[in-house]
Nanobody, 121 residues
Framework: QVQVTESGGGQVQAGGSLRLSCAFT????????IGWYRQAPGKQRESVGF???????DYADSVKGRFTISRDFAKNTVTLQMTSLQPEDTAVYYC???????????????WGQGTQVTVSS
């Protein structure tokens, strides 16, 4: 089985920074692209950014220049560094990785459990 563990998050004042981490462990043969998503109360889940196996990360316009995604291929982890946070960034943040477990040739989407980020004004 594949486990996804998110960490980080919390509460911060506007202008502050937070770092989220996501680790994919267990029986995973290959981890392809990984994305970060967020869902604010009463709103649909939206993409924050995506990092492929090769190339550079891409970001939503709302976070471009403030958020940075990086990944450690050896450890199958990804981080979301968030700076200049604003109250509108308040949401539950999720990571999602597309990976292939060792038991099959098919790729599956694996979601983290979500972590709350609250930005106060």
């Amino acid at each position: 089985q594949v486990q996804v563990t998110e960490s980080g998050g919390g509460q911060v004042q506007a202008g502050g920074s937070l770092r989220l981490s996501c680790a994919f462990t267990g029986s995973i043969a290959h981890l392809a692209g990984i994305g970060w998503y967020r869902q604010a109360p009463g709103k649909q889940r939206e993409s924050v950014g995506f990092i492929p196996t090769g190339g550079t990360a891409d970001y939503a316009d709302s976070v471009k220049g403030r958020f940075t995604i990086s990944r450690d291929f050896a450890k199958n982890t990804v981080t979301l560094q968030m700076t200049s946070l604003q109250p509108e960034d308040t949401a539950v943040y999720y990571c999602k990785g597309r990976g292939r477990p060792t038991t099959t040739w098919a790729y599956v989407d694996y979601w983290g459990q979500g972590t709350q980020v609250t930005v106060s004004s």
